[in-house]
């Protein structure tokens, strides 16, 4: 019997970009929270549900760079899969489409899905990241976003990609002091990853 050699996979490099007003040409407009100097692109390597390594791309604020390519090389480590990693402009900036696409992303000018007076989503800051929608559905009064996150609403069944209690996603996430949208008793959203809690 003859030995396959296994393929060493590429080691974790994550290369910080500036962007510009083009590059954000859905994502950002006069008046957002922050300015496009303010931000950065991420590119760096994950593992996707297909057992392989691809190379990402992820807005965020420039102050959190550092901690964000850190949880996600613990990933990379770790082969924690996502189905893909685009900046929410590839959606022209709707995040319904990203989230259906299962895309994680960080950055997009957007408000709060929130009751109340319009606020400011954390995503408008760049300082907050959602990791595979799909697996992990945003879920308010009943209803479960992106639709097809119906068949992970209920959170006993512990999957690839899911962001569970204990896990490794939450806990590469809360060593950083972000805070988890799946721990929201009233709309758990457990895509949701945040600086602020929010």
């Known amino acids: 019997m003859v030995a396959v050699p296994v ?3 590429p080691p974790y490099a994550a290369k910080v970009e500036h962007v510009t007003r083009a590059d954000l040409r859905f ?3 006069p008046g957002c929270p922050v ?3 303010q931000l950065r692109r991420i590119r760096l390597p994950y593992w996707g549900f297909d057992g392989a390594p691809h190379t990402g791309r992820i807005v965020v604020n420039a ?4 901690v964000v390519a850190g949880v996600f090389e613990r990933l990379y480590a770790e082969r924690f899969p996502i189905r893909r990693m685009r900046p929410v402009d590839a959606y022209r900036g709707s995040d319904p489409r990203s989230m259906a696409a299962d895309n994680t992303s960080g950055f997009n000018c957007r408000y709060a899905v929130a009751s109340g007076p319009k ?3 954390v995503h408008a800051y760049g300082e907050a990241i959602d990791v595979n929608p799909v697996e992990n559905p945003y879920v308010d009064a009943g209803k479960v976003l ?3 996150g119906a068949a992970f609403s209920r959170r006993t069944n512990a999957r690839p990609g899911m962001a569970v209690p204990g896990g490794l ?3 590469a996430f809360t060593r950083i002091g972000w805070s988890w949208g799946g721990r929201w008793t009233a709309s758990p959203d457990y895509q949701h990853f945040s600086a602020n809690g929010r």
């Open 146 to 148: 992106p639709a097809a």
């Open 63 to 66: 102050a959190v760079v550092a």
């Open 169 to 171: 996603l939450v806990q």
């Open 119 to 121: 606020s400011w989503s």
């Open 27 to 29: 994502s950002w407009r």
């Open 35 to 37: 300015t496009p100097s």
């Open 7 to 9: 393929a060493t996979p």
